[in-house]
């Protein structure tokens, strides 16, 4: 908020009273719209407000439709534009709180738990704090806590630096992780070596070389196979599969099995970065059932682990904005 709008925000746990606010009448108006949403309901009829999605669409429609012409005819004066917000608690497009937390705040404040009155001051990763909170006395409310009348119950303020192990993220829906695909999908090139999410139990993902030298094209014919069901329109890419040697292991070979994917499972491009020769002179008793001809791969753990971050929608942890980069793609 600071940081785009100017605008700061202060956080107090166990207060007595509270003061009036510029955003108060904004707030009052969005519950107002919520309120009136519910009183349509006729009688016998339930409210079309059940859920807290349902009020952010009230919110969003009732509330948040401002025409230029009616802030015209209000002479240009009060609200021109609300922006309406919807985040899920949880799930797709909710926020991913489960990040490991800053360090240990200060050695004389102790943990975040002690803390209970925490402002904005207007520089990024820094706050200032103080173990109890007040808001009444005439130095607090000008934001002078030095001169706190009850400083002896809430403590001195001390502004401290956050230094966060992880960075917060938006978890993506499969829809984004979809267009990712295409897009992906397009980019690949001939022989080009791709991870592709797969809906297994067993099997996560597989790595698959591209073989068709048209690249992208669109399914003339409905038919079926082991990816799905295949529909005349669907936009697929022509692969030949590597597999690897026992179930599980991260040796792959090539096999003879070629056939179409669906753009939209593709997950990551350049995936021979992350895979060397194995060394057969020293074959390990894991991979001896496999062929003595082919060649062996192996996969990193680290592009492992890569993949697995960018499959499975419900817990991909990564904000849109890193994953085109970690997926090989060039912008
Ligand atoms: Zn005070």
Redesign the pocket.
């Given at each position: 908020m600071q940081y785009e709008h100017g605008i700061r925000l202060e956080h107090v746990y166990q207060v007595t009273a509270h003061a009036k606010d510029l955003s108060d009448s904004e707030c009052g108006g969005a519950k107002h719209a919520v309120d009136k949403r519910q009183m349509m309901a006729k009688e016998g009829e339930t409210s079309t407000v059940k859920e807290p999605y349902d009020a952010y669409t009230t919110i969003r429609d009732d509330y948040g439709n401002l025409t230029l012409d009616r802030f015209l005819k209000r002479g240009g004066v009060g609200i021109f534009r609300r922006f309406i917000y919807w985040v899920p608690a949880s799930g797709t497009g909710s926020i991913n709180r489960n990040f490991q937390h800053c360090q240990t705040l200060s050695s004389s404040l102790g943990g975040i738990k002690s803390l209970h009155h925490l402002s904005d001051v207007g520089i990024p990763g820094q706050l200032r704090v103080r173990t109890g909170s007040?808001?009444?006395?005439a130095?607090?409310q000008r934001g002078a806590?030095d001169?706190?009348?009850?400083?002896r119950f809430?403590g001195p303020a001390e502004v401290i630096t956050l230094h966060p192990k992880e960075k917060a993220s938006i978890r993506l829906g499969r829809h984004a992780l979809s267009d990712l695909g295409v897009k992906l999908a397009g980019e690949a090139k001939e022989h080009e070596l791709l991870a592709v999410e797969l809906s297994y139990a067993n099997e996560a993902f597989m790595l698959c070389e591209v073989v068709s030298t048209a690249g992208v094209y669109r399914i003339e014919k409905d038919f079926e196979s082991n990816l799905g069901n295949f529909k005349s329109g669907d936009m697929v890419l022509d692969v030949r599969k590597l597999e690897p040697v026992s179930a599980g292991s991260s040796h792959y070979e090539y096999t003879e099995k070629v056939f179409p994917i669906f753009v939209e499972d593709i997950r990551k491009r350049r995936m021979a970065e992350h895979l060397c020769e194995a060394d057969l002179s020293r074959r390990s008793t894991r991979i001896a059932g496999s062929s003595g001809e082919k060649k062996i791969y192996v996969l990193s753990a680290a592009g492992k682990s890569t993949i697995l971050k960018l499959i499975s929608a419900e817990d991909s942890v990564f904000d849109r904005r890193d994953l085109a980069p970690l997926a090989g793609s060039t912008n």
């Open positions: 007040c808001h009444r006395c130095g607090c806590f001169l706190c009348d009850n400083i809430v």
